[in-house]
């Protein structure tokens, strides 16, 4: 019988031996960053933090921790919301299913109780027993983080518009590319509302990050930013030798599709991490994105896969 209880400090240690032996399982390969060697003191951190906001707990059976679970609270999307990272949760892979039963059971009792209706929980990618059980329980796909080593072999496709860094002068175009980006996004079926970027946003982007445009003759109608880590990140698993693509993100303006523009973005991507000694690269993508959907497997592996279930809002109104 499996027990749950509040997590305590000393109850750390377990809690990373389950976790670096479930990461080993899923995401250790040649597309992946070592992020269990390095990042181990990052788990070690995050899961201290949720133990002193009393949102940590463990599955306990014969007197054996056999499972936790440490998560964040926060407000996604105006809703209130709880959320398990990759590193906030583990179990026993001999009995998986039963213990993140228990721990989910108890946990989401709580975070309702908070009126916490919004349950986001990142799982990897290949585990497909805790997918299925998840999805019977009313999660549904969200996001894919995915991962490849940037020395992958792109094939030169057919592209015959000009691939380069962004300057200080493109800042107005890339405003009109995000706005269209935008648009698409806030669209069916994806209908996700994202962030205004601004003259600022823009500027700090083309300072702290790479961005590669793709022009036809003065037109921006493609673009790739990335970034390249100086630190390792709990939720996207990235180290201090992996890059991430992010903020601009990538998108090629809908009527230039299919010309190999985002090919050969992601090819220069590649080359540029490679100069800068960075052999991993990230990125996360809306599974219900139809175009990302199809691009991002052909390139990437994907490693992560965030589940997301909304709850009845009148959960907890009583007759």
Known sequence: MIRIRTMVIEDISNALDLWKKQFVKYCFC?????????????VEKYIRNQINDNNAIVA???????????????DFHNERTAFLPIVGHASTLSDEINTYSAMYHHASQNWVKDNRYNHLWM????????KNELYELGFGSYVVDACQSTSKNIENLSCDYKIELANMQDVDDLIEIANISN???IESPIFLKRSIFRKQDIEKILKDNFVLVAREGDR???VM??????DFDFEQLTTTDSAYIGKLGAFVDPNYRGK???????????RICQEKGKPHIHVCFESSNPHASTFWPKYFKPAIR???????????DVD
């Open 30 to 42: 040649d597309s992946f960053p070592s992020f269990h060697v390095g990042g181990e003191i990052t």
């Open 60 to 74: 306990i059976r014969d007197n054996e921790i056999v499972g936790y679970m440490a998560w964040m609270t926060f």
């Open 123 to 130: 799982t990897y990618y290949n585990d497909e027993k805790i």
């Open 183 to 185: 648009q698409y996004y």
């Open 220 to 222: 921006i109608i493609g």
């Open 225 to 230: 930013s990335f970034s390249v880590n100086e």
């Open 260 to 270: 190999g523009i985002g090919t050969a973005l992601l090819k220069n991507t590649f």
């Open 306 to 316: 965030s589940v997301r279930r909304t709850i009845n809002k009148d959960a907890n």
